[in-house]
């Protein structure tokens, strides 16, 4: 799957680190940034990597700050981003099987290194299961 990541500098590392597990999974990813550890707003990242998806330029994302809630208002305000700040592994799968998430956020000063990396296991492998959701989703976006 091609993904794209982004985060700010509290979520850098994180970042960093799920990227390289990505790849070594055979995924393809486009890092928007930041670059560094030094400090930097979390909007412009989000809005990099959500004008991505909603230009088809990757499939789905991952966004890391440091609690994940100033990445879930910035991705959240674009029509057709549904950016779900999960903190375990049940909420990564129904993001996912329930809310069709198609970016998904981590806090990094929240969630330690390995339940992130559980929670985008979990999240990568999900299907969304339509239905129902679907008609549910549609609404968010005010179709229907
Ligand atoms: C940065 O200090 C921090 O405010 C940011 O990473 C994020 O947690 C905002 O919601």
């Given at each position: 799957m091609k993904l794209g990541i982004a985060s700010d500098h509290a979520g850098f590392e994180m970042k960093e680190e799920l990227k390289r597990h990505l790849e070594s999974e055979g995924h393809s990813v486009e890092d928007f940034g930041c670059?560094?550890?030094?400090s930097c707003d979390y909007p412009d990242y989000a809005q990099k990597l959500c004008k991505a998806l909603l230009a088809n330029t990757v499939e789905r994302g991952v966004l890391v700050c440091g609690t994940g809630l100033g990445m879930s208002y910035a991705a959240n305000r674009h029509k057709g981003i549904r950016a779900a700040l999960c903190l375990n592994t049940y909420m990564a799968e129904m993001s996912r099987a329930?809310?069709?998430?198609?970016v998904l956020v981590l806090g990094s000063r929240i969630t330690d290194s390995d339940t992130a990396r559980d929670i985008l296991l979990v999240w990568m492998k999900t299907s969304f299961e339509g239905g129902r959701h679907l008609r549910r989703i549609r609404k968010i976006d005010g179709e229907s």
């Open positions: 670059y560094e550890t030094e329930h809310n069709d998430a198609n």
